[in-house]
């Protein structure tokens, strides 16, 4: 059974930082591409940050600068947030595309950012 499992959300003043953390575990087939979207109410989920497996980064024009994706280990990718600002208050998502172009999901981590 895959899993992708996200961790590291929570409240936030404006201008701190947070390090959001997806681990992947079962057969998913190899990984193509790892991603961060975020969704927030009555809004369509968009991309955050991707990075391929061939270490190809893309990230939103709203994040970028601010944020940067990793992988510190074949299965576990994670997201520094820096600068933070109520903008970026939603759920964060944790995506993983196999080498079949399959997409898994993980089941999200709110993160809250006060003014």
């Known amino acids: 059974q895959v899993q992708l499992v996200e961790s590291g959300g929570g409240l936030v003043q404006a201008g701190g930082s947070l390090r959001l953390s997806c681990a992947a575990s079962?057969?998913?087939?190899?990984?193509?591409?790892m991603a961060w979207y975020r969704q927030t109410p009555g809004n369509q989920r968009e991309l955050v940050a991707l990075l391929t497996s061939g270490g190809l980064t893309n990230y939103a024009g709203s994040v970028k600068g601010r944020c940067t994706v990793s992988r510190d280990s074949p299965n576990t990718m994670y997201l520094q947030m820096n600068s933070l600002n109520p903008e970026d208050t939603a759920v964060y998502y944790c995506n993983l595309i196999n080498w079949r172009d399959f997409a898994y999901w993980g089941q999200g981590t709110q993160v809250t950012v006060s003014s």
């Open positions: 079962g057969n998913f087939g190899g990984i193509r591409s």
